[in-house]
């Protein structure tokens, strides 16, 4: 199979393309790769029979299957290759908040894949209900990490007249974000390279963030939280956070922990992050035992199970 590159690069092309799949009723909910993998090695699921077998479950595919003005938009965005006698897509169309966010096909094996997963979709709804309960004006606010965006692009559908950045050092997830921010028509959002905050400036009345936290020995970006226990990116995303909130600005940060011995280490470095910054904090699990699977692995030899966390610090 030719080699595709994590995300193409033709946005005009992938715009129209992503509207033409919204114009066909195209919809689809994205598993995690292991589920993922389950449902693809199914005999009746060796080859493509509906868009969403193509867009979602990344299937290879026989050309005269899809509509002509479809395939050829995929060939002109460089959206396609070659797998044998068939094709194969070489981008995922998700479904979330009514909208279509475009992301890296099935699997997301490169080390800079744009993920976009369940956890995304946690990570969102995280974001909405704090948005819900937020009473300050909404004045500019930075998706750190943002992958395909979609955190921020359901922050700026829900505040207009805000300044919305988009932030990643990963370029492939740049050009994903760029592009579903136009995809979903949202007025005010910028996507910017940047290690972390370094090359963006000034305060925040938001930000959020859904850093990677696993031990992952290929480092793929959309994954390896590096640091003990995983928890090297995420503790970073506090550390230059804090000092960026405006007054009444909030972090929310949706991420993993590694639970050791009935501890949360994680959960022990930001309550003395807070302390020492004078803020106010709240953390809660919100799922306590995802990820079984990992701890098979021997980095996580002393870890008795992988919790999905929500941490939202405020500044009075």
């Not at 077998?53 to 938009?73: E, K, M």
């Not at 740049?174 to 370094?198: E, F, I, K, Q």
Request: glycine share 10%.
């Amino acid at each position: 199979m030719t080699r595709s590159d994590p995300f193409p690069h033709n946005q005009e092309a992938l715009l129209a393309l992503g509207h033409a799949l919204r114009e066909a009723g195209y919809g689809f909910t994205t598993v995690t790769p292991t589920t993922h993998a389950i449902v693809n090695a199914r005999s009746q699921n060796a080859e493509a029979h509906t868009l969403r077998d193509v867009f979602g479950w990344s299937r290879p595919f026989r050309a005269d299957l899809l509509p002509g003005p479809i395939l050829a938009l995929m060939r002109e965005a460089g959206a396609v290759v070659a797998d044998g006698e068939l094709l194969r897509p070489s981008v995922r169309f998700s479904s979330l908040d009514g909208e279509l966010f475009a992301h890296s096909a099935y699997p997301p094996s490169a080390t800079d894949a744009v993920f976009f997963g369940p956890d995304t979709m946690r990570f969102v709804s995280a974001v909405l209900a704090h948005l819900e309960g937020r009473r300050a004006p909404m004045r500019r606010a930075v998706d750190l990490g943002c992958g395909s965006g979609a955190a921020g692009i359901c922050i700026a559908k829900r505040s207009p007249g805000a300044e919305v950045v988009l932030v990643d050092i990963n370029p492939a997830a740049l050009r994903a974000a760029g592009l579903n921010a136009r995809l979903a028509g949202t007025d005010g959002v910028a996507a910017r390279h940047s290690d972390m905050l370094r090359d963006v400036d000034g305060a925040f009345d938001l930000i959020v963030s859904n850093p990677p936290f696993m031990i992952d020995p290929a480092a793929r970006a959309y994954r390896h939280g590096g640091g003990p226990l995983g928890a090297g990116l995420p503790l970073a995303v506090v550390e230059q956070a804090i000092p960026r909130l405006a007054p009444g600005g909030s972090l929310v940060l949706f991420t993993g922990a590694a639970i050791v011995a009935g501890s949360d280490p994680f959960r022990d470095a930001v309550a003395a992050a807070c302390a020492r910054a004078g803020l106010d904090w709240t953390y809660r699990e919100f799922d306590p035992d995802a990820y079984g699977e990992e701890l098979a692995h021997a980095g996580y030899a002393d870890v008795e199970r992988l919790a999905l966390v929500v941490l939202t610090v405020t500044r009075p």
